[in-house]
């Protein structure tokens, strides 16, 4: 007979189920690699990208021989970290005399590449030159504002896929309730000529404005650097389609304690704890209050002035 | 402003200006900066605006804001999950309008008579603590009704586990297993979304064998055989060639022999065999033989009509129709003795 397979720790199972297809996804984990060689800026691109992705990002530091998303049968090894690292965007680095410092972003559906763009890093300026207010710093894991500029995200086609998958790489979650207090960091693209793009990533500093919106200010906080797009890999029709299906109907949060009728209306239940009033610490014990002592006085009282009486009467 | 000109996607926080253009590149990395920079504020100003006019709650960090959904598509990263298919007691249950009734978490347990939990440990009417079964009419002696107890609890565990299976076999079918499940056929990582791979069946491996062994100039006639394993099976006809040096006379004349009859064959295709003289001789000897027995058929009807109670003796003695018929007779006698023998 078949085997059934379950997890033996609720811990396992809990860690399969948020792995399990959603009907609404809410974010992509980053997969940050690089192959057998890299140069010095691209180091540092990798690790500051990790460190602005924090909390939804993996970065692995051995070199990877293998792995060469372009080529056919290079993805095979990426391919199976992505299902490892439940990671469904990667930003792999490598460097070569024909594509130095190359940057490949790429992004998986169902753990098999998607889609692929491949970038050089030009002018590359990392967070430690820029100086600014450590209080604008921005803090880890909070919800970016991302700003594209310029036309050529419209017109040129592989700008306009390096938008998307830009887009993908640095919005981090999707969330329903956002605290406005919390929002401190942008991105900022702008496409330069028709194969560059700036990049940068800033702080944001709210100034006064008089009304109720204040105005917006941006602080470089870096790194910044320019994007050449080099090759770049779209999707086929039919795996596109099949990636951008969504769920019809949102799935509805379970409503609990709550329950209708139709002379009263909507009926909430509260659930109170035993408040255990006989335990109760009462504000003054005194002695006197005490049940038995003041029984004892009852009593007394009923046959105490024969007592005193006869204390009288002996003296 | 010109924020209409944006394309704002408050869902993402994300704004867009697709009207910019540089007229002239600035001449240093700085300006370019800088101008950069200052675009990005006016989209970020955009966004603002349309942010901070939401309604909005307040709480202890700060204004909460509730985002609407993004409106940029993006591709998912896992497909849609399926819906889990109904088990057959679900099927049954809506068939016949059975309906899921809430059970009380406590029952009352008789034997003690206080209020218990109604299933797991020290649960209420637990039959497994009942210590005294009385013994009934319909019992059978020499059995223990304790071991049949357990041993009826034993199959009703594995009937619901069977049941289970079954219905899990269906779900996977559709691709809706639950992440946490895994059939030990699909040995796979879990995560709901790989399809199992498909067991391949003898009748396959057999033919891929055969496939594999063809690659090889002897068709796998002399490759290594496995223990238990079949010679490939070999499609197709083997070529024969006919030897290069031959000796005169019929030895020789083999190769002659094959083309003549593919010539043969490809010129009596169409001249049909007038005469097949074998053929045509029994065909003749079977007619002859049919019309004599005909004759004597019609006399051997005649003396049968007459009543055949004279015996053996008399009637050798008469007619020579007669006569005739028992010779033939006696042929066949002799034939089928030689048969048997």
């Known amino acids: ?315 | 402003m010109e924020t209409s000109q944006f394309e704002i996607d408050l869902g993402n926080l994300f704004a867009f200006n697709p009207h910019h253009q540089f007229s002239s590149l600035p001449s240093s990395r700085e300006e370019l900066v800088k101008e950069c920079l200052q675009k990005g504020t006016e989209l970020v100003q955009a966004i603002a605006n349309t942010l901070f006019n939401l309604p909005s709650t307040e709480d202890v960090d700060g204004p909460l804001v509730k985002l609407p959904p993004p409106t940029t598509r993006l591709p998912r990263e896992k497909p849609l999950p399926k819906p889990k298919p109904p088990t057959k007691w679900e099927l049954f249950a809506k068939a016949r309008g059975i309906k899921k009734r809430k059970k009380d978490k406590i029952s009352y347990d008789e034997p003690t008579g206080t209020w218990k939990r109604r299933y797991g440990y020290d649960r209420a009417n637990d039959e497994e603590n009942i210590p005294i079964i009385e013994a009934k009419i319909t019992d059978e002696p020499g059995e223990d009704p304790f071991a049949k107890r357990q041993a009826d609890k034993k199959k009703r565990v594995e009937k619901q586990d069977k049941n289970r299976l079954q219905n899990l076999k269906q779900a996977a079918k559709v691709d809706a297993l639950p992440s946490h499940v895994q059939l030990a056929a699909t040995a796979l990582p879990i995560t709901g979304t790989q399809t199992a791979p498909k067991k391949v069946t003898k009748d396959e491996l057999v033919n891929v064998a055969g496939i594999a062994a063809s690659a090889t100039a002897s068709g796998g006639k002399f490759d290594k055989k496995l223990p238990g394993e079949k010679p490939a099976q070999h499609k197709g006809k083997y070529r024969k060639f006919l030897p290069v040096v031959e000796g005169k006379g019929i030895v020789g004349s083999q190769e002659k022999e094959q083309t003549e009859k593919v010539l043969n064959k490809l010129i009596s295709k169409n001249s049909h065999d007038i005469l097949n003289v074998d053929k045509a001789v029994t065909m003749y000897n079977v007619k002859k033989e049919k019309r004599k027995n005909q004759k004597g058929k019609s006399s051997a009807t005649s003396s049968k009509l007459k009543p055949n109670t004279k015996p053996h003796q008399k009637s050798s003695k008469k007619g020579s129709s007669s006569s005739k018929k028992g010779s033939s007779f006696s042929k066949k006698g002799s034939s089928k003795k030689t048969k048997t023998t």
């Open chain 1, 1 to 315: 007979m078949l085997q059934v397979k379950t997890p033996k720790k609720g811990r396992v199972r809990r860690a399969l189920e948020k792995r399990a297809p959603k009907l609404v996804e809410t974010g992509k984990k980053t997969l940050i690699l690089h192959g057998t060689k890299t140069s010095g800026v691209l180091n540092s691109v990798l690790t500051e990208i990790y460190n602005i992705k924090k909390g939804s990002a993996v970065k692995f530091s051995r070199k990877n021989e293998n792995i060469k998303p372009f080529e056919s049968g290079g993805e095979t090894s990426l391919e199976f970290f992505s299902q490892r690292t439940d990671c469904s965007i990667f930003v792999y680095g490598s460097h070569s005399k024909k594509r130095p410092d190359n940057l490949v972003i790429g992004r998986t559906y169902d753990h098999h590449i998607y889609d692929l763009v491949e970038v050089g890093v030009e002018n590359f300026k990392p967070m430690e030159s820029f100086a600014y207010d450590k209080k604008l710093a921005p803090r880890i894991g909070s919800k970016p504002m991302i700003a594209f500029v310029g036309e050529g995200f419209e017109n040129v086609e592989e700008l306009k896929h390096l938008k998307e998958v830009l887009l993908d790489l640095l919005r981090g979650e999707v969330v329903e309730n956002l605290n406005i207090a919390g929002l401190d960091r942008v991105y900022v693209c702008t496409s330069i000529s028709s194969n560059r793009v700036f990049l940068s990533h800033c702080g944001l500093r709210l100034k006064k404005s008089g009304t109720a919106v204040p105005r917006m200010e941006l602080v470089e906080v870096g790194p910044s650097m320019d994007l050449i797009v080099r090759r770049n890999h779209l999707p086929s029709d039919s795996l596109r389609k099949e990636a951008m299906r969504t769920a019809r109907e949102q799935p509805k949060k379970k409503l609990k304690n709550v329950s209708g009728d139709a002379i009263q209306g909507k009926i909430g239940k509260i659930y109170v704890p035993d408040q255990k009033i006989g335990e109760m610490a009462l504000p003054n014990k005194a002695k006197g209050i005490k049940r038995e002592r003041r029984e004892a006085k009852l009593k007394d009282q009923d046959n105490g002035h024969v007592s005193k009486k006869q204390k009288e009467n002996k003296a």
